[in-house]
């Protein structure tokens, strides 16, 4: 009976150690067969400790109570006197309502987890071997696993080993138990035993010793007859022996069941026959067998029956499994195979899937699998079926990043300890995260989680998945795996003769300078050299798809020398998306984005970024170049920081236009020439005005201050004004200015002045960037006017003495820095020049006629090849701008779509508006998009302008690859242009000249 006052205190003590039914526990602490244990707090304290102390107690109970009358005091002293004793089986009771259920009908075999010495704690298959040796029978074996399976648990359960070795001991216990069965079965079965050799293969997680408590036991077997027997009876005689040891392990009776034997994973699954011999296995998986089958064979190991046998399986199949990922297609289909196993959960299930669903445990095992079987074939240190050591071996070997590695190993290891406590529970197998909150609590509690063990479990589960599910999708959707399974074996690791031919046949002119850069970058022991390894054969290949390999692999030496002590190189190539053949192609294009690039080698990080090489607007733009030139100490520190800016968005618009150009695998080439035109001219226009914004924000500041006397506006013109700036173009300007109210006219002309001429010598400065060169001869008077006027000035002049083509330039002027509402004056000053009213009359038309006929014979330079020319030859942009422009003079007053500074926009307009025939302006736009693709390789390739193709055939060649023409289509492409640029002169011919 419970004394009056005592239960209060008992009951707030069970309370206190997390007894969720503490009224319950008192009647269990008050039985008979606890008499000798009421009272105690060591007991309370241990009991406290467990998962579930109501499970531990009940359990206690059972256990105490089947005790025989003789061993109850044995039982109880050494449970109060034996902490390790004590805290081993209270920890199983508490998580494991089926191990109490085994002791309690074999109330000995608590004597198991008394002995506590360096052998029992680390046992292997020899001492399980042991502990099943005296199984004579399907009903003892299982006694005797389930002995053997009590041990283990109290020592998860008790912290003495961790997860991963908790895996290895069940796999060395499943070991022990088929090596047992088939002993079992060979008893049974003498005379089949005689005729054959019989060896048991474990795949899965067995096999790669990492088994989960309750699992199926993936097995293969492989037989041959003994000598002198005939092959046919040895495999039926096999067959019924691994048929028997099957049922043993497998079938259900009194004492449960071990676990089921699945040998589903052999050659032609369910449909073939169970077993085989080495030749058979070896013929068919050389002939038919799939992707998925070597993936699964990469955990096989030899456990049990013939050990001689087994190892020569071992040996036949492993070179299989390395040369897996040169199979077609071998990467994709994996990736599939893994979006197909998610697709299959049912959706009510996938939230709490534990082992197939995103994020987690298959995502790690997949991602390691596909790294190993890709990169295992020139690596034999990557070879280990046991995931846990596999990833380390990447991470060792430089394949997985080592922030990734651990935070990779922290996950799995906690879901693999999830996994463990919800099968120890029932010893059922199952994957799925319980529901109910009891379970929860059990479940946070046996992991350590005792402060709100619900929401714990959840916030850390939750958490770890996400790490999973991050690292799996950047892992496991690497696309550098699928480049590096295409390449031969050969290719991943080459002697110096090798490599040399390689590199000859991958069209490089100088293999021996390419062999120098490759000792320099890959050769050491160092992680640096050893992710560099792993880049560098697929690297090669994509330099070799370019029109100079050398340079390619030149340049991508001196960007690794100059990061080569920063720590994220490398792992951006290694792990971020298309950043290591986005380099590969920048690197090879061309001189411009290589130069670029090692004036400023930190951008090359925005090749990993999906977002990176989005062009970054006006505004963003020059808040960042203000705020540069804000910071620096003098103006020429201005201007370098603002050209430091430049260089990288110039580098940017660089990058994304040639990747564009060469395309992607879902979208191998832009479809729209124009729309990489557009975006070029776009980027490098509002770039440019940032940049002029910021020399004026410099030029000011060194001589007045934040503000200048008089309102100052730079006006753009030419292309800089339409929108459509190459790489290499000049920014054709006006200057403006407005002396500010009650100020001084000629101080303000003075400041002007000054001010237009500190921006130029800014601008000036001798740099290795692409210059910026800033022309203002379109001002009235040309090279003979102010550089600078007023507005009135402007007005007065355009007013009395403005000619045609003057009206004709101002069809591109557009506000570009400065003062903004001056600017917009400027604009509404000229814009009755550009679209005349009632538009021109025939004697401009003559005019700008005669003009252009001239700038065609004075302007060429000579010796050029008017055909090829891409600025003033037959159908270029010249020809194609002038004939926009006149329609826009002649009929902008009316057409208001023609009212626009962009040339491509004109031309759109102008067939709207009935101007010209849908096939006219598609035949002007091909052949302006063409020309100005044209210029823009030209500087990509050369690294400085120029209007004409090449000369050099290798220069010739990459502009020919930016254009989309392959290797040995160079002659293809000058056809192509002169065909294009001849259709377009007809056109300009008709709506020009007049016919």
Known sequence: MTVPGRRSSTFSRLLRHGFTDPSGAERLLDVPELSALRGDSVLLDALGATADPDLALRGLVRLAEAQPETERQTFTTTLLSAKPFRDRLLGVLGASEALADHLARHPRDWESLVTYEAVDLHPGVAEFERGLAEAVDAVTLRVAYRRCLLAIAARDVCGTIDVAETAAELADLATATLRAALAIARTAEPADAAQCRLAVIAMGKCGGHELNYVSDVDVIFVAEPVEGADEAKALQAATRLASHLMRICSETNIEGTIWPVDANLRPEGRNGPLVRTLSSHLAYYQRWAKTWEFQALLKARAVAGDPELGAQYIDAVSPLVWQAAERENFV??????????????????????????????????????LLQLVHGRSDAGLHSGTTLDALAALAAGGYVGRADAAQLDEAYRFLRAMEHRIQLYRLRRTHLVPEDEPGLRRLGRSLGLRTDPVAGLNKEWKRHAAVVRRLHEKLFYRPLLDAVAQLAPGEIRLSPKAAGQRLEALGYVDPAAALRHLEALASGVSRKAAIQRTLLPVLLGWFADSADPDAGLLGFRKVSDALGKTPWYLRLLRDEGAAAENLARVLSAGRLTPDLLLRAPEAVALLGDPEGLKPRGRDHLEQEVLAAVGRAGDAEQAVAAARGVRRRELFRTAAADLIGSYGTEDNPRERDPGALVDRVGDAVTDL?????????????????????????????????????????????????????????????????????????????????????????????????????????????????????????????????????????????????????????????????????????????????????????????????????????????????????????????????????????????????????????????VRGRPGDTFPSDPRELAAVGRYLGYGPGRVGELVDDYRRITRRARAVVEELFYGG
């Open 332 to 369: 994709p289909d994996v990736q599939k195979m893994r979006r197909r196993v998610v697709d299959n959960i049912p959706a009510a299930q996938i939230d709490r899937e534990l082992k197939l669903g995103p994020g987690g445990l298959r995502d790690v095992e997949f991602a390691v699998q």
């Open 688 to 940: 440019n005005a940032a940049t002029i914004a910021g020399a004026l924000r410099a030029a000011v500041r060194a001589e007045w201050g934040e503000e200048l006397p008089t309102r100052f506006a730079v006006i753009g013109m030419g292309r800089f004004g339409g929108h459509e700036l190459g790489y290499g173009s000049d920014a054709d300007v006006l200057f403006v200015h407005e002396p500010r109210e009650g100020g001084d006219e000629q101080e303000a002309a003075r400041a002007a002045n000054r001010v237009v001429a500190e921006m130029r010598r800014l601008l000036q400065l001798p740099t290795a960037d692409p210059p910026l060169l800033i022309d203002a001869d379109l001002r009235p008077e040309g090279k003979s006017g102010p550089m600078v006027r007023t507005l009135k000035s402007y007005e007065a002049y355009y007013r009395r003495w403005s000619l045609v083509w003057e009206s004709q330039a101002l069809l591109r002027a557009v506000p570009m820095a400065g003062d903004r509402e001056l600017g917009e004056r400027f604009i509404e000053l000229v814009d009755p020049l550009r679209y005349p009213v009632e538009g021109l009359g025939e004697d401009a038309v003559r005019e700008i006629r005669r003009l252009k006929a001239r700038m065609e014979s004075e302007r060429l330079p000579r010796g050029a090849d008017p055909t090829l020319h891409a600025k003033l030859g037959r159908g270029g942009l010249s020809d194609v701008e002038w004939t926009v422009q006149l329609l826009q003079m002649r009929h902008g007053w009316v057409e208001p779509g023609l009212r626009t500074t962009r040339t491509r926009e004109a031309l759109r307009a102008a067939h709207a508006a009935g101007l010209m025939a849908v096939e006219e302006a598609q035949t002007l736009d091909e052949a302006w998009v063409l020309a100005t693709r044209v210029r823009n390789a030209v500087m990509l």
